[in-house]
């Protein structure tokens, strides 16, 4: 696609639930990263995969958050037993490669709601 | 580790100049990244800096001084269409992997 897609866009869910965040990244592009931001801050990291592999996943808050990326291209953040303090936009971000341009492309991001 | 400071807020009048400041800490520096995002959207890049100096796009500018750990975002002839949310970032050891600032909430009134 022309840009970085993110599905869903809105999620709301009850604390304790499973979640699923899907991102799609621009074609070609291997590198990929997944961000949170919450209401008046700045993107916060999370993760961020070189090809299929998770090269850096030292921002992920604790064992309840997972991602992969299977193929190289897709990849799905995964929240388990969901809690009220993982409510923010989760962002996904894409570049062609790790050299350091300080560009990424981001998507609209997938806003998740935990009542 | 690396940390990014600049302010919460700013507020100008359309047609003016202003200029949002970012000082920084870093063990290893590589370059000042800025980005700039409307309420509810994508983050989209503005502009970066490896070298000290002034880069120039059309309305916007970024300057960065290696040696003063700052660097800053000029915004001329300001339209509504600007007001937005304002990040620098650093690139880290591992390529594009950005640590954001805060965020400059930007106001631009008629």
């Known amino acids: 696609g022309a840009g970085v897609s993110q599905t869903p866009s809105n999620k709301v869910t009850e604390k304790g639930k499973y979640v699923e965040l899907r991102c799609d990244p621009i074609?070609?592009?291997?590198?990929l990263y997944w961000y949170r931001q919450s209401l008046g801050q700045g993107p916060e990291f999370l993760i961020y995969?070189?090809?299929?592999?998770?090269?850096?996943d030292s921002g992920l808050p604790n064992d309840r958050f997972f991602a992969v990326r299977p193929e190289g291209s897709v990849s799905t953040l995964k929240i388990q037993r969901t809690e009220r303090g993982d409510s923010a936009v989760y962002l996904c971000?894409?570049?062609?490669?790790?050299?350091?341009?300080?560009?990424?492309?981001f998507g609209e991001g997938s806003r998740l709601t935990v009542l | 580790g690396q940390s990014l400071e600049q302010p919460s807020e700013v507020t100008a009048v359309e047609g003016a100049i202003v200029q949002i400041n970012c000082t920084y800490q870093t063990s290893g520096f590589y370059g000042l990244s800025w980005y700039q995002q409307h309420d509810g959207g994508a983050p989209t890049f503005l502009s970066y800096n490896a070298l000290d100096g002034l880069e120039e796009t059309g309305r916007f500018s970024s300057f960065l001084s290696r040696s003063d750990s700052y660097g800053y975002l000029l915004l001329q002839e300001l339209q509504m269409k600007d007001s937005a949310s304002y990040f620098c970032a650093l690139p880290g050891d591992a390529g594009n992997m950005l640590t954001f600032g805060g965020g400059t909430r930007l106001m631009v009134k008629p």
């Open positions: 971000a894409s570049s062609r490669d790790t050299s350091n341009t300080g560009e990424l492309f």
């Open positions: 074609s070609g592009h291997t590198a």
């Open positions: 995969f070189q090809g299929t592999g998770a090269a850096d």
